[in-house]
């Protein structure tokens, strides 16, 4: 079956409904999950000392308020659609006394004033765009001449089958189980490194390297159905189904992850990439 097209307005309903509620529920458990990666970017963060750091779809903003506590890091904006991870990122960043602030807005269209960002990042925060050239285009407008771009994307489903155990064990018994569109936004829209090596050419960025980094995951078992049910394609259709067919459900998922189990934890391999690009100079190109 093919997918309906989806647009930024999609996403953004998306992120402002069910996945976003479901990021809020579980920012805890998530940002512990995905520690390795904040982790490698406040790294980089620290290393470069930019005046001033963009992280693109920044959620609940875990890496925003870690880059804004980085020693010697200037004004850090957070930038994302969904006002529910917003709201709970500007809670964080008070309770922690982190000079983030925080903006709602479409990455991909939004005109950033002034446009000064020498930094600009994600964990994996920009693979949701209808229209990726003009994103990055975009953002190539919003940084300065000798920006340096850093994020991470996922790699594709070979490689990431913990991602899908819910949807494939599901599928036979929700019909109307999301369908993924493996050519539109979304999760693995960055599975090919040749294809974002020529989405950011074509927006402006340069000197593109593209490298693969493997994390190893874990969480606390008994969190795992909670995991399964909120969150992916699963966790957007679940509650619409009746009590029985719910339970039936969970009961086949949660025996799908059996691979994953050991003791009272759950583990997996998270297959990422690392992509690092700078801002071409500003003649020709797409971005003018
Ligand atoms: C997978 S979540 C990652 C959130 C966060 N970076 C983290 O690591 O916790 C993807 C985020 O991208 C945001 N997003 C999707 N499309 C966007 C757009 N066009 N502009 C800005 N943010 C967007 C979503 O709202 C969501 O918060």
Not at 84 to 108: H, I, K, N, S, W
Not at 125 to 149: Q, S
Not at 200 to 218: E, F, M, N, S
């Amino acid at each position: 079956m093919q997918a309906a097209r989806q647009t930024n307005d999609e996403q953004a309903t998306l992120w402002n409904g069910a996945a976003g509620h479901a990021w809020v529920e579980m920012q805890a458990l998530l940002d512990r999950v995905m520690q390795p990666f904040e982790t490698l970017l406040v790294e980089a963060v620290a290393a470069r000392k930019p005046s001033r750091l963009l992280d693109v779809g920044c959620g609940t903003g875990a890496t925003t308020i870690a880059a804004a506590k980085t020693r010697g890091t200037g004004a850090c904006v957070g930038v994302d659609v969904s006002e529910p991870m917003l709201a709970l990122a500007r809670v964080r960043a008070g309770r922690e006394a982190a000079r983030a602030t925080f903006l709602r807005a479409d990455a991909q269209t939004h005109g950033f004033d002034p446009p000064a960002f020498d930094m600009i990042i994600s964990r994996f925060g920009v693979m949701f765009f209808d229209d990726p050239v003009e994103a990055f285009a975009n953002l190539r407008r919003a940084a300065t001449e000798d920006a340096e771009l850093r994020f991470f994307a996922w790699r594709g489903p070979a490689e990431n089958p913990f991602m899908l155990v819910a949807e494939r064990a599901a599928a036979p018994l929700l019909p109307n189980l999301p369908v993924r569109d493996p050519n539109g936004p979304g999760q693995f829209a960055f599975a090919d490194p040749r294809r974002v090596e020529r989405l950011l050419a074509d927006g402006g960025w340069t000197d593109a390297a593209i490298r693969p980094i493997d994390v190893g995951c874990r969480f606390p078992a008994d969190a795992l159905v909670h995991w399964f049910t909120r969150l992916g394609p699963l966790g957007r259709v679940l509650d619409a189904a009746d009590a029985r067919t719910r339970s039936h459900i969970i009961e086949s998922v949660r025996s799908a992850y059996d691979a994953y189990v050991h003791g009272n934890e759950i583990r997996f391999d998270a297959a990422s990439w690392l992509v690092i690009a700078r801002s071409a100079p500003r003649s020709g190109g797409a971005h003018e």
